[in-house]
């Protein structure tokens, strides 16, 4: 007897197999919990800050110092709580590759030197 068949008889008196047992669980998976738009709507809310150190044709955005994934998803959550909605979860949250954001905190901006010199001309 092959190790398979022992182990699917193994419990069962009469030695017939017992039938799967695979899609008895249902799969959480499919129920998604809460609204993926209303996340797409949460991160689309909140305020893009210009880089200047960057190309002049980039499609990547930043968003400000003081955020990261983690407060944005406990501004979200009170947003939920104050709406009545059903909040998706932390996994769910992660948007990175999707928005083509990122969260930067500039070493130096010379902005200020650049308008000068825009200025000065």
């Not at 990547?60 to 990261?68: D, F, V």
């Amino acid at each position: 007897m092959s190790n398979y068949s022992r182990h699917s008889t193994k419990n069962v008196e009469i030695g017939t197999p017992t039938q799967d047992q695979r899609e008895k669980k249902g799969n959480s998976r499919r129920e998604p919990k809460g609204d993926p738009v209303l996340v797409r709507e949460h991160i689309k809310s909140v305020p893009v800050v210009e880089y200047h150190y960057c190309r002049v044709h980039t499609i990547r955005e930043y968003l400000g110092a003081h955020l990261s994934i983690g407060n944005m998803y406990e501004l979200y959550i009170q947003q939920c709580c104050t709406q009545k909605i059903t909040a998706v979860r932390k996994s769910m949250y992660y948007f990175v590759m999707e928005f083509n954001l990122g969260f930067h905190s500039p070493k130096s901006d010379i902005f200020d030197v650049c308008e000068k010199i825009k200025a000065a001309k």
